[in-house]
């Protein structure tokens, strides 16, 4: 079955930054987009970035553009987001998804299990 | 942006009964709705998508229906593995892509 899993979450220092791994297995990982949606302790859930299968498009939720960085290594099956000028509200489980679709953000068919970020001082 | 009311927001149901939670749209996704259930401390998991299309290995209890702005996922018969929170999500407009606030589905 598709496995994704997530890892590199931990306690960061507002202002920090911080790299989140993917690592996807059982599926052709270069066919589909793939997405990061986080979850603040006791909230729903909020989409925060996508891209394609190829990498070559990409999107952003307004509350992070400019600071996350969203990338894929096709070669290693591993999708990436790196977080700068982390805030409190940045905390969140955040969860790695695939897409049913190559090319656009379309819905999730398989979710990891998530990575908690927690920015505090 | 496309905002997704999803109501109640806490619905109280005896095993065996037919649950119905409602999503709303603020302007029309067509068909493009999908439905997440998640259990605490788990991740989201697919339903439904296309609005009433069940995903792979979701029981026929699950049902969904509606286009344009006004969305239903209704649990036939509740199980004990039913209570969760339930949530939808727009796909017509992307991005952002929108998620309703959830609805937990609670034993009564």
């Known amino acids: 079955e598709v496995q994704v899993v997530e890892s590199g979450g931990g306690l960061v220092q507002p202002g920090g930054s911080l790299r989140l791994s993917c690592a996807a297995s059982r599926f052709t990982f270069s066919s589909y987009a793939m997405s990061w949606v986080r979850q603040a302790p006791g909230k729903g859930l909020e989409w925060v970035s996508g891209?394609?299968?190829?990498?070559?498009?990409?999107y952003y939720a307004d509350s992070v553009k400019g600071r996350f960085t969203i990338s894929r290594d096709n070669s290693k099956n591993t999708l990436y987001l790196q977080m700068n000028s982390l805030r409190a509200e940045d905390t969140a489980v955040y969860y790695c998804a695939k897409d049913i679709s190559g090319s656009y953000v379309v819905y999730f068919d398989y979710w990891g299990q998530g990575t908690l970020v927690t920015v505090s001082s | 942006e496309i905002v997704m009311t999803q109501s109640p927001a806490t619905l109280s149901v005896s095993p065996g009964e037919r649950a119905t939670l409602s999503c709303r749209a603020s302007q029309s996704v067509s068909s493009n709705l999908a439905w997440y259930q998640q259990k605490p401390g788990q991740a989201p998991r697919l339903l439904i998508y296309d609005a009433s299309t069940r995903a792979t290995g979701i029981p026929a209890r699950f049902s969904g229906s509606g286009s344009g702005t006004e969305f239903t996922l209704t649990i036939s018969s509740l199980q004990s593995e039913d209570f969760a929170v339930y949530y939808c999500q727009q796909y017509n407009n992307w991005p952002p892509g929108t998620f309703g606030q959830g609805t937990k589905v609670e034993i009564k």
């Open positions: 891209i394609s299968g190829s990498g070559g498009s990409i």
